[in-house]
């Protein structure tokens, strides 16, 4: 029988009100949130700006500026050198350099957009025909190149102001930026009939540039100076220029996806088409960006505390999803009403157009989420051809449909791009990102002990690695809480032992009574823990508490069954009350018996991980000569059918054979998911739709 969920439903005003801040106050969604926030007050103005610019200029010049803003971008995102990531990522851990690093981004990336815009304009006949009016006016080509310098500094300041922990600048500063855009094009619409978007959208953003600059060297870095002083990245070593040239690739093949289409169209189909494009892009463009602040808050996050990104990534994903699906589902069924604000052509033109680009946008947060967390973890192979074959099918596909489907062909082939790569990072990600967490060295990280040492049982004799001191030296916040709990008389043990009691590097899985659920959350929350919703496994929930004097994270992994992720959240029947009554108290720390600690780690590895990495296998055989006093082998294989016997794998455990384990994994998860009931298996994809 299953055991019931632990709820999450709060009980009553007050304690909503305390969820809600503890929320809130998790750097990671506190950022997020104030990068999406940025997002929806840009889309709500930047829909009012297009709005009055479809209605006081044609579609014709419409679609001519749009052309001219998204060729200003592409170039100076293609001359900022991927320095928005890459500060996002590195500054942090600049140290008392951070100064000299954001003036070199800045001169740098001014030096190429320079160097970028001139070469566009001297051989626009050539890229593009339909924008070489550029060459009728002096003043419009040295504003159009003065122009891409300035939005090189418009883009990096956003990341310098996240990476320095003030993202809640950001929407401040686009709200400056949007009041002046609306309000110069309002004005220059009679003394500016041709350019009056392009010239009212840059000077704004000059603005925009000013004031967050006089913000960032007077204020922000002179706190950041004293504040990492003694710290540092060496940018010139190998690793770093490998990074620097995989992510830049990356960035390029996503803008090429995004601001060559206006220009592509333009070209192929003419500006009043791309009009229709560029609007239906704007209405849908706040969705994307929605995911890219998610991206950019995991990055940073992630990037300070590398032990932490699974869990922070289960959490990006789950807050995505929650803004995502509801705002997609309203833009599907509002967009002919919201194109309507435009005009009654581009409402019976763009309504397609838009409802494709919705469509388009959750593929594209995995896209962007797979993204981050390779720029976190420094493998960056996937994401350069994930995004490779992205800006592929969408730009490849762009031309032949237009000359098939018009406009909205250009649609279709962009939802294709996204759907195409988001299923292939669904298929190979996975096991690229749990290998991640196991060998956090190989994905460039400091080389550590392993996240989790064993599951060995509290008597002797101990792992070799394990030292007896280690669990006399537990951290102290931790031990105030097992403390806690032994005097509530809670019922909870530690299912494996961390590789450092006393500073875990990455989540402690505790397994409770689900009758003592309550009384452990409780606990946590005395002593400074917060509550995050559970992820894929039913049961769980996440307490999280930052230790000031460790400065790190302790993150509880808090399960009121033994379930496993593989297949969804199956529970190995009767084993939370067989375990519990078997634990045993050692140095205040509640384990499991070693007979128990066996098929514990066993299947941990088997259904969880989905490989025994070798530390694993050398704690599985040193414990295989007591699994058969367990009685979980048997509710296992009872469970699994007559093809399964507990022997097979104590067997294969005892003489170090991986291949022989991973081969019964694989059949035991099929097995498992065969064997569930039709019931649990809707449940199951319903509660993943």
Not at 73 to 94: D, H, Y
Not at 504 to 516: F, I, M, Q, R, Y
């Amino acid at each position: 029988m299953l055991l019931p969920r632990l709820s999450n439903t709060p009980r009553s005003a007050v304690d909503l009100r305390r969820r809600l801040l503890e929320h809130v106050r998790l750097p990671l969604h506190r950022d997020a949130y104030a990068l999406a926030v940025n997002q929806a007050f840009t889309a709500a103005t930047g829909l009012l700006y297009w709005v009055l610019a479809a209605r006081t200029y044609s579609a014709h010049y419409v679609g001519l500026n749009s052309a001219l803003i998204s060729a200003m971008m592409f170039l100076s995102g293609v001359a900022s050198l991927n320095l928005p990531n890459i500060l996002v990522r590195f500054l942090p851990e600049s140290g008392d350099r951070i100064r000299t690093r954001v003036i070199w981004a800045y001169g740098a990336s001014a030096a190429a957009a320079a160097c970028a815009a001139v070469v566009f304009i001297v051989g626009v006949g050539s890229w593009t025909p339909r924008l070489s009016f550029l060459h009728s006016d002096r003043g419009l080509e040295a504003w159009f190149v003065f122009s891409t310098i300035a939005w090189c500094v418009f883009a990096i300041q956003d990341s310098v102001l996240t990476a320095l922990g003030r993202a809640i600048w950001v929407p401040v500063e686009n709200a400056v930026f949007s009041f002046v855009k609306l309000a110069l094009l309002a004005a220059a619409a009679a003394a500016l009939p041709r350019y009056g978007i392009f010239i009212s959208w840059t000077i704004a953003m000059l603005v925009s540039v000013a004031g967050v600059n006089l913000l960032i060297f007077t204020r922000l870095l002179r706190r950041a100076d004293r504040r990492t002083r003694g710290t540092g990245l060496d940018v010139r070593n190998r690793a770093f220029a490998r990074y620097f040239a995989a992510d830049y690739t990356c960035s390029v093949a996503w803008l090429s996806t995004v601001n060559l289409m206006p220009v592509i169209v333009t070209a192929v189909a003419g500006a009043t088409t791309n009009a229709y494009w560029a609007l239906a892009y704007a209405v849908a463009m706040p969705l994307y960006g929605v995911s890219q602040s998610i991206g950019t808050s995991l990055m940073l996050h992630g990037t300070t505390d590398r032990a932490a990104l699974p869990v922070l990534a289960r959490k990006a994903a789950i807050q995505g999803a929650r803004v995502l699906v509801p705002s997609v589902v309203l833009l599907l069924l509002l967009a002919p009403y919201l194109l309507s604000l435009f005009g009654t052509d581009y409402a019976e033109r763009s309504t397609t157009v838009l409802r494709l680009l919705a469509v388009g946008v959750l593929p594209n947060c995995v896209l962007v989420l797979a993204v981050h967390i390779a720029r976190v973890q420094r493998r960056l192979r996937r994401a350069m051809i994930a995004l490779a074959v992205e800006a592929s099918i969408a730009l490849g596909l762009a031309t032949p449909l237009i000359h098939a489907m018009g406009v909205t062909g250009v649609a279709l082939g962009w939802a294709v791009a996204q759907s195409v790569v988001a299923l292939g990072l669904l298929f190979t990600w996975k096991r690229s990102f749990r290998a991640d967490t196991e060998h956090p060295a190989a994905a460039g990280a400091p080389r550590a002990a392993p996240r989790e040492h064993d599951a060995n049982a509290p008597r002797s004799p101990r792992p070799p690695d394990l030292p007896a001191s280690d669990l006399s030296i537990v951290h102290p916040v931790l031990s105030a809480l097992f403390a806690a709990l032994e005097r509530k008389g809670v019922r909870w043990m530690m299912l494996r032992i961390p590789s450092n009691a006393a500073a875990p590097t990455g989540d402690v899985d505790l397994l409770v009574a689900p009758e003592d659920s309550a009384a452990l959350r409780a606990a946590a929350y005395e002593i400074g823990f917060v509550s995050l919703p559970g992820w894929e496994s039913a049961p769980d929930v996440i307490l999280m508490r930052y230790d000031r004097t460790s400065d790190q994270w302790l993150l509880l992994d808090v399960s009121t069954s033994v379930s496993f992720r593989s297949p969804h959240s199956w529970q190995l029947p009767g084993a939370t009350e067989y375990v519990l009554r078997r634990r045993a108290i050692t140095e205040g720390i509640a384990l499991p018996s070693d007979a128990d600690a066996f098929w514990l780690l066993l299947l941990h590895c088997l259904l969880d991980k989905d490989r025994v990495a070798v530390h694993h296998l050398a704690t599985l055989r040193r414990l295989a000569s007591g699994a058969m006093g367990s009685a979980l082998g048997a509710s296992l294989c009872s469970a699994a059918g007559p093809a399964f016997s507990a022997s097979d794998f104590v067997d294969a455990a005892r003489s170090g054979d991986a291949e022989a384990l991973r081969e019964l994994g694989v059949r035991l998860a099929a097995e498992l998911k065969r064997r569930r009931p039709l019931g649990e298996r809707l449940k199951v994809m319903l509660s993943r739709a």
